[in-house]
């Protein structure tokens, strides 16, 4: 059984920093895309950063390029966001999901992932 649970979320002011962690259960990272994607209510998902196992590309959404890092723990199945200066329009309900057979070109794209989390909630107030 596919899990990804998702934490770290919380209630921060802005310039504030927080750490998300996804960890994996029943699935393995060979071969695949670990991706980060964020809702607000009304809004679509999108994307928010990504890495490629294979290679250890990474890309991000030019509106968190420079202030979030995505990396991942093949030990403990577990790949994290760390977002630094946080702004009161990254306030979203973040979720996690996993990939696989992924190509570049649709790295950013929902469709390409298999596996999502449950989501955790970040509110960064002004």
């Known amino acids: 059984q596919v899990q990804l649970v998702e934490s770290g979320g919380g209630l921060v002011q802005a310039g504030d920093s927080l750490r998300l962690s996804c960890a994996a259960s029943?699935?393995?990272?060979?071969?695949?895309?670990m991706g980060w994607f964020r809702q607000t209510p009304g809004k679509e998902r999108e994307f928010v950063a990504a890495?490629?196992?294979?290679?250890?590309?990474?890309h991000y959404d030019d509106s968190v390029r420079g202030r979030f890092t995505i990396s991942r723990d093949g030990a403990k199945n577990t790949f994290y966001l760390a977002m630094n200066n946080l702004k009161p329009e990254d306030s979203a309900v973040y979720y996690c999901?996993?990939?696989?057979?992924?190509?570049?070109?649709?790295?950013?794209?929902?469709?390409?992932?298999?596996?999502w989390g449950q989501g955790t909630q970040v509110t960064v107030s002004s």
């Open positions: 999901a996993v990939g696989y057979g992924v190509i570049l070109s649709s790295i950013r794209r929902k469709l390409s992932y298999e596996y």
């Open positions: 029943g699935l393995t990272f060979s071969n695949s895309a």
């Open positions: 890495l490629r196992r294979n290679g250890g590309s990474t």
